[in-house]
């Protein structure tokens, strides 16, 4: 592994602190599993079909915040696939 510095507001700082002691696991740990899933998101999200974006969506709006609609259909889709799994667990 290779060292990094990361500056951090003392709000984060706090939080991490805090999350760190509960889960028992380091800050250095809880970081690389967050970056780990930050990534894992940004890969499935420039997955999208090139198609994505060649209609009239109706929005006058939507290049400005095409982003924070992207995140929001990918929260959505982990939402419905979390309860597709939750179904399936408690039918066997």
């Not at 709000?11 to 509960?22: K, V």
């Not at 250095?28 to 009239?56: C, D, N, Q, T």
Request: hydrophobic share 35%; aromatic share 6%; net charge negative.
């Amino acid at each position: 592994m290779k060292r990094t510095t990361v500056y951090l507001d003392e709000r984060t700082d706090l939080e991490l602190d805090r999350m760190a002691r509960q889960k028992e696991r380091s800050k250095a740990e809880l970081i690389r599993e967050a970056l780990e899933h930050y990534f894992a998101r940004e890969a499935k999200l420039r997955r999208l079909p090139r198609s994505v974006g060649m209609g009239r969506s109706g929005r006058p709006d939507l290049a400005e915040h095409d982003e924070e609609l992207l995140a929001q259909i990918f929260e959505e889709e982990q939402v419905r696939v979390a309860a597709e799994w939750r179904t399936e667990a408690e039918s066997r």
